[in-house]
């Protein structure tokens, strides 16, 4: 797997953001780990600025986000949040963080978090906004803002949109910890693994993705969102047009000519 020269770093010098590539497979690994990779604000827009550089990279087929040392990632920087006590400041933050979540919905590559250890409020957001998860077993997650007099008001609008309303709701007010196990079973995440098996099946899953066709994977991606706001009559109109185009590309002409011919597609 090769690095991938950095840009933001820490004041220590180490990047904000790693980046390491395996062919069409990109890894993002927030890398502050004495902190439980908070979401800095300086973080945060190193991560922007790494996803706006893969969403213009046709090479790059998945990306895999992922968190250094002992966690996946703790939400927000608290003591950051503390240290500018202003109510522009919390604006931009959370209207940086929106940004960065909105943008791994609208990144043409599906997007895998890679959870060990705890995530926590932003972080459980994190999880949640991304198109895909693989959990540790020892993962543990939390929207644990009501615990602090807050309530996570922009990790809501990720729950609300991938657990059912209850389990989001109930999530948000108690602020209790939920283990691997249950967040896979209320759609937090695909699947959870030993520990010792995360990175292989991290591996076989992007593998799986990578074998497909870009164009159908992409266009896929962006249909599954967009007719996720839509009535239903709407949604199916796009779905059709989306369709329509799709089976005139080169791609679903060489499976569809494969699959009658009983071989394996080439997809170039």
Known sequence: MAAVPQSASSPQGDPLVT???DGGVVRLTLNRPAQFNALSEELMRAVQAELERVAGDASARVVVIGGAGKAFCAGHDLR??????????YRALFAQCARMMVTIQQLPQPVI???HGIATAAGCQLVAMCDLAVASADARFAVSGVNLGLFCSTPAVALSRNLSRKAAF???VTGEFIDAPTAAARGLVNRVVAPEALDAEIERLAASICAKPPVAIAAGKGLFYRQLEMGIDAAYQLAGQTMACNMMDESALEGVQAFIEKRPPDWK
């Open 80 to 89: 950051e949040m503390r240290a500018n006590p202003s109510h522009d400041y």
């Open 170 to 172: 109930e999530m948000l």
């Open 113 to 115: 978090a890679r959870v």
């Open 19 to 21: 980046v390491a590539r």
